[in-house]
């Protein structure tokens, strides 16, 4: 299996955010930002992928929120934002969705997603568990989180 990578903030990186067929107002504002950053070399990546030889065959988007406290965990002030997880058609199936995920837990926090409703299977898959939704919250989203293991 292939590793995941920090995925550097370039144009190299912008074309290969194109190869990805959702595109509507999300990937358009990924591929802003990261071009719009390109200017600031000190910015710390939130992108991460997966290439197989030189395709970018899977990414995602991770960051860390940190809050005093938070609408999403009671325990936890710390958590993971995981956004825009997606595999290219031709490299689905081969376990790259699930190695990012895996990658995202490997930090020991709690994660916050909200994923697709086509992709909601996958991510309770993996875990993840769907919350109530909260008009104030959620911003007509369709949260799901995951808590680790104690």
Known sequence: MTEVKKLEINYKTAEDFKKFREVGNQELLMVNELEGNMM???I???FYGIYVGDNLAARMCLFKKDEVSNPYFDDATDYLVLWKLEVLENYQKKGYGKQL???AK???LPIKTAPRLQAAPFFEKQGFVPLEYNLE???NENVYVWYPQN
């Open 40 to 42: 600031d070399s000190d």
């Open 44 to 46: 710390n990546s939130p």
């Open 101 to 103: 995920i895996d990658y």
């Open 106 to 108: 490997s930090y020991g």
């Open 137 to 139: 919250r959620d911003l």
